[in-house]
T-cell receptor, first 109, second 117 residues
Framework: GQNIDQPTEMTATEGAIVQINCTYQ??????LFWYQQHAGEAPTFLSY??LDGLEEKGRFSSFLSRSKGYSYLLLKELQMKDSASYLC??????????WGAGTKLIIKP | NAGVTQTPKFRILKIGQSMTLQCTQD?????MYWYRQDPGMGLKLIYY???????DKGEVPNGYNVSRSTTEDFPLRLELAAPSQTSVYFC????????????????FGPGTRLTVT
């Protein structure tokens, strides 16, 4: 079966660094996406990895290891506005996205 | 560009009623999708379309129907609403393939919050 696992909830302090992990088992792999979703809003695109390694985009970085079926999203210099859910999604062999349940990130001052 | 628009934003239905959720995109994307999102769960694909006139079932299609007569519009029809269809519904679109950007990056509408009582 297809499965995406990520922690349900994480708490971090403003200004700190947090790493959100995602492990996956899917039928085929055509890339891994991270989306951000604020409460009551639509998901918005953060990052895409298709090759192993680290992709950096400002305060956000995303890492992928295809052999381990593992990715993480790293958020630096946390701000209160980063409080949101972070969704990991894998594009399978049919180019459909399989979604994790999301990690709710709570930022405390 | 308005992106992906959805109507209505909120709706309350009685059991057994029917309704259509509207979705329109102005980005000339060939792929369109309908998802539902239940609390604490990931997005579940209901139906998708790879172009006008072509639709296919996703993971949870029962109780829903779709049509795609134009590139821009992808309405979702609920027949005989049931309490299990209480959810937030998101429409999304993407360009199928690479266009210089992220392949298959999905753009989402604001969602429709549906309650069936």
């Amino acid at each position: 079966g297809q499965n995406i696992d990520q922690p349900t909830e994480m708490t971090a302090t403003e200004g700190a660094i947090v790493q959100i992990n995602c492990t996956y088992q899917t039928s085929g792999f055509n890339g891994l996406f991270w989306y951000q979703q604020h409460a009551g809003e639509a998901p918005t695109f953060l990052s895409y990895n298709v090759l192993d390694g680290l992709e950096e985009k400002g305060r956000f970085s995303s890492f992928l290891s295809r052999s381990k079926g593992y990715s993480y999203l790293l958020l630096k210099e946390l701000q209160m506005k980063d409080s949101a859910s972070y969704l990991c999604a894998v594009m399978d062999s049919n180019y459909q996205l399989i979604w994790g349940a999301g990690t709710k990130l709570i930022i405390k001052p | 560009n308005a992106g992906v628009t959805q109507t209505p934003k909120f709706r309350i239905l009685k059991i057994g009623q029917s309704m259509t959720l509207q979705c329109t995109q102005d980005m000339n994307h060939n792929y369109m999708y309908w998802y539902r999102q239940d609390p604490g769960m990931g997005l579940k694909l209901i139906y998708y379309s790879v172009g006008a006139g072509i639709t296919d079932k996703g993971e949870v299609p029962n109780g829903y129907n779709v049509s795609r007569s134009t590139t821009e519009d992808f309405p979702l029809r609920l027949e005989l609403a049931a309490p299990s269809q209480t959810s937030v519904y998101f429409c999304a679109s993407s360009y199928g393939g690479t266009s210089g950007g992220v392949p298959y990056e999905q753009y989402f509408g604001p969602g429709t919050r549906l309650t069936v009582t």
